[in-house]
């Protein structure tokens, strides 16, 4: 009754120990050139424990035929289901085998894993083929076969051998029928379990990343994985937003984005700090009090902004989600209102990004978060952004406080604080993400002093932890050569009403530390994107690769507006007003006006044009 489950199990790992012991040396040795750095025993044991959870993805997806049918072997007995696992069997094998060696071959040419994008070259098999030789096509199909051959004779001696002695062929009274089925039920959610992952989010590639080294974590993750997930995500950026010609285009989204200039107000007293860059989960403006938010809840925020900081009061999120507001603050890139630029891993590499062009300038990266960084990609952007070092939920001992999405910001603040010291007495030149995670559903903080007011009371809470650490980070010799800079991944509705989307998307920009040469507030009309090309042209870097992202503070910046984009969505803001359009309808929904509406099209354009190619 119970033994179609041992015999999908013995299939399961089957599958799991072919990608382990053939796919994943096979990868690896005909890749070893491709990989700069010396490959250690400590490399490969992190790459076959990372890359075990992508190939149980996989397995799980491969057993699940097998699970059903023999299932359904133990119910119906007259049911052939060798007949139909051999020809099962014969299939995988053969995209098992094709897989493996395509992408095998394919990696010292493309760098990347094989994925969707490789069905655009079926379309013309002569012009794919045109680049290698009859011999290599010939070496390649048979490797191919060979694998293809180890894949199905494993699975064919299981299939025969196991399903004689483990599959009950006799017929079985009604309440084992019923157990029967039960038991299926558990086992298929336990399959359905390991492919979705246990997690908040669902599991996707970036699950089996951990090295700043892209070879180790390509070759941890499973390439039948890869590609699946893939699929649906496909490239449609192209022509997906066609509303002007090129060059009617490319003139007035040049005006709008303006990448050369000069700063006309000087803020640092030094042109290389040492910078952390604090992503505030959901601060919105409503909470600020000096920004006309609720009196009583970021008020440190306030406070060092009054003492010693610059407060930038009308900067306007890019987007509405964390994946989004990442890529917008680091690449300085825009917010897409039909995807997120961070899901499709190939071109995150091709982005500009703040940690990458500051490591030119000899500065050690990190990037920290209390939680998972597998959760949106955020390892993969992370990694591709330029970030030497990781740190995540992983890393700390399990008695650290913790909510439901990770660590605590008390106590990650106190982990920045220590590695700061740190780094000073190493005498690095350091710029360090740190993302928070408190303020975020469903609010439990170790904190009360806004018992009445959850959502607020969060906000409170890793406010009083950031006044704290600045308070702490002022005594500390590292003080006189830091900006902290503390800005939100985006805005958020504490109330239980709708609100216009420019308060919600509403965020403050705070500057702080010893590098800093003045204090006060900018009234300047700006985008969340704008903070890169800002904060290099302070360092006297140029910006010009950060083609959405302007200096706010140099002479070049003449237009000022702000460019938000919602789901399927835009709202473009200048001096003289607000118009928000919806794509699907195509219509202006609030503030029509055709001039912002050209804008905004025309910055859609760009940005989807863009996105295409890189």
Same mark, same amino acid.
């Given at each position: 009754m119970?033994?179609?489950?041992?015999?999908?199990?013995i299939?399961f790992?089957?599958?799991?120990?072919?990608?382990?012991?053939?796919q994943?040396?096979?990868?690896?040795?005909?890749?070893?050139?491709?990989?700069?750095?010396?490959?250690?025993a400590?490399?490969?044991?992190?790459?076959?424990?990372?890359?075990l959870?992508?190939?149980?993805?996989?397995?799980?997806y491969?057993?699940a035929?097998?699970?059903?049918?023999?299932?359904? *072997?133990?119910?119906?007995?007259c049911?052939?289901?060798?007949?139909?696992?051999?020809?099962?069997?014969?299939?995988?094998?053969?995209?098992?085998?094709?897989?493996?060696?395509?992408?095998t /071959?394919?990696?010292?040419?493309?760098?990347?894993?094989?994925d969707?994008s490789?069905?655009?070259?079926?379309?013309?098999?002569? =012009?794919?083929?045109?680049?290698?030789?009859? =011999?290599y096509?010939?070496?390649?199909?048979?490797?191919?076969?060979?694998?293809?051959?180890?894949?199905?004779?494993?699975?064919?001696i299981?299939?025969?051998?196991?399903?004689?002695?483990? /599959?009950?062929?006799?017929?079985m009274?009604?309440?084992?029928c019923?157990l029967?089925f039960?038991?299926?039920?558990?086992?298929?959610?336990?399959?359905?379990?390991?492919?979705?992952?246990?997690?908040?989010?669902?599991?996707?590639?970036?699950?089996?990343?951990?090295?700043?080294?892209?070879?180790?974590?390509?070759?941890?993750?499973?390439?039948?994985?890869?590609?699946?997930?893939?699929?649906?995500?496909?490239?449609?950026?192209?022509?997906?937003?066609?509303?002007?010609?090129?060059?009617e285009?490319?003139?007035?989204?040049?005006?709008?984005?303006?990448?050369?200039?000069?700063?006309k !107000?000087?803020?640092? !007293?030094?042109?290389?700090?040492?910078? /952390?860059?604090?992503?505030?989960?959901?601060?919105?403006?409503?909470?600020?009090?000096?920004?006309?938010?609720?009196?009583?809840?970021?008020v440190?925020?306030?406070r060092?902004?009054?003492?010693?900081?610059?407060?930038?009061?009308?900067?306007?999120?890019?987007?509405?989600?964390?994946?989004r =507001?990442?890529v917008?603050?680091?690449? =300085?890139?825009?917010g897409?209102?039909?995807t997120?630029?961070?899901?499709?891993?190939r071109?995150l590499?091709?982005?500009?990004?703040?940690?990458?062009?500051l490591?030119?300038?000899?500065?050690?990266?990190?990037?920290v *978060?209390?939680?998972? /960084?597998?959760?949106?990609?955020?390892?993969?952007?992370?990694?591709?952004a330029?970030?030497?070092?990781?740190?995540?939920?992983?890393?700390?001992?399990?008695?650290?406080?913790?909510?439901?999405?990770?660590?605590q910001?008390?106590?990650?603040?106190d982990?920045?604080?220590?590695?700061?010291?740190?780094k000073?007495? !190493?005498?690095?030149?350091?710029?360090?993400?740190?993302?928070?995670l408190?303020?975020?559903?469903?609010?439990?903080?170790?904190?009360n002093?806004?018992?009445?007011?959850?959502?607020?009371?969060?906000?409170?809470?890793?406010?009083?932890?950031?006044?704290?650490?600045?308070? !702490?980070?002022?005594?500390?010799?590292?003080?006189?050569?830091?900006?902290?800079?503390?800005?939100?991944?985006?805005?958020?509705?504490?109330?239980?009403?709708?609100?216009?989307?420019?308060?919600?998307? *509403?965020i403050?920009?705070?500057?702080?530390?010893?590098?800093?040469?003045?204090?006060?507030?900018?009234?300047?009309?700006?985008?969340?994107?704008?903070?890169?090309a800002?904060l290099?042209?302070?360092?006297?870097?140029?910006?010009?690769e950060?083609?959405?992202?302007?200096?706010?503070?140099?002479?070049?910046y003449?237009?000022?507006?702000?460019? *938000?984009t919602?789901?399927?969505?835009?709202?473009?803001?200048?001096?003289?007003?607000?118009?928000?359009?919806d794509?699907v309808?195509?219509?202006?929904?609030?503030?029509?006006?055709?001039g912002?509406?050209?804008?905004?099209?025309?910055?859609?354009?760009?940005?989807?044009?863009?996105?295409?190619?890189?």
């Amino acid at each position: 009754m119970t033994g179609f489950v041992l015999f999908a199990l013995i299939y399961f790992i089957f599958c799991t120990l072919f990608f382990e012991v053939i796919q994943k040396p096979f990868f690896g040795l005909y890749n070893r050139h491709v990989n700069a750095e010396k490959t250690t025993a400590k490399d490969i044991a992190q790459v076959y424990s990372h890359g075990l959870v992508s190939d149980f993805i996989i397995a799980s997806y491969l057993t699940a035929l097998p699970l059903i049918v023999s299932a359904i *072997h133990t119910l119906l007995p007259c049911f052939n289901v060798a007949i139909v696992l051999t020809v099962y069997n014969i299939i995988i094998s053969l995209a098992v085998g094709l897989i493996c060696v395509s992408d095998t /071959l394919l990696y010292k040419f493309w760098n990347y894993k094989l994925d969707s994008s490789v069905f655009v070259y079926l379309h013309s098999l002569k =012009g794919a083929f045109a680049s290698v030789s009859a =011999g290599y096509l010939v070496a390649a199909f048979s490797v191919a076969f060979i694998i293809a051959g180890i894949f199905f004779a494993g699975t064919q001696i299981i299939t025969v051998k196991c399903s004689a002695t483990l /599959l009950d062929g006799s017929w079985m009274v009604w309440w084992k029928c019923l157990l029967t089925f039960c038991i299926f039920i558990v086992a298929a959610g336990c399959l359905f379990a390991i492919i979705r992952g246990l997690k908040i989010r669902p599991n996707n590639p970036s699950v089996v990343y951990y090295s700043k080294n892209p070879f180790f974590n390509h070759l941890a993750l499973n390439p039948a994985y890869n590609l699946i997930y893939s699929l649906g995500t496909k490239d449609e950026f192209k022509g997906k937003f066609r509303f002007f010609d090129d060059k009617e285009c490319e003139e007035i989204t040049s005006r709008l984005f303006p990448t050369s200039g000069r700063p006309k !107000r000087k803020l640092l !007293r030094t042109d290389r700090p040492n910078i /952390l860059f604090v992503i505030w989960e959901s601060l919105g403006a409503e909470f600020v009090p000096s920004l006309g938010g609720k009196e009583n809840v970021a008020v440190n925020v306030d406070r060092i902004a009054a003492d010693e900081g610059i407060l930038f009061t009308r900067c306007t999120a890019g987007s509405f989600r964390t994946d989004r =507001g990442l890529v917008c603050l680091l690449s =300085g890139y825009l917010g897409q209102p039909t995807t997120s630029v961070i899901r499709y891993t190939r071109k995150l590499p091709n982005l500009p990004a703040l940690p990458r062009r500051l490591k030119k300038e000899g500065y050690v990266t990190t990037a920290v *978060h209390g939680g998972e /960084l597998t959760i949106m990609h955020k390892s993969d952007y992370y990694l591709a952004a330029g970030h030497d070092t990781l740190v995540s939920q992983k890393d700390f001992p399990s008695s650290a406080p913790t909510c439901k999405w990770g660590i605590q910001d008390g106590y990650m603040f106190d982990y920045i604080l220590n590695d700061i010291k740190e780094k000073t007495e !190493r005498g690095e030149r350091w710029f360090t993400t740190f993302q928070t995670l408190s303020s975020h559903e469903p609010f439990t903080v170790p904190y009360n002093r806004l018992p009445d007011d959850e959502v607020g009371n969060s906000f409170a809470y890793t406010d009083h932890c950031f006044g704290e650490f600045i308070d !702490r980070l002022k005594t500390t010799p590292a003080w006189d050569n830091t900006l902290v800079v503390c800005v939100a991944d985006h805005g958020y509705n504490a109330s239980h009403n709708p609100v216009s989307r420019q308060k919600y998307a *509403h965020i403050p920009i705070l500057l702080t530390g010893g590098a800093l040469a003045e204090s006060g507030r900018i009234d300047t009309l700006m985008s969340q994107t704008d903070l890169a090309a800002t904060l290099l042209g302070q360092m006297n870097l140029p910006h010009d690769e950060f083609l959405f992202s302007r200096d706010v503070l140099a002479d070049s910046y003449s237009e000022p507006f702000s460019f *938000h984009t919602y789901t399927n969505g835009f709202m473009f803001t200048d001096e003289r007003g607000v118009t928000i359009v919806d794509n699907v309808s195509g219509d202006a929904i609030e503030g029509s006006d055709p001039g912002r509406e050209k804008k905004g099209r025309a910055i859609l354009q760009k940005l989807y044009e863009d996105l295409a190619n890189r």
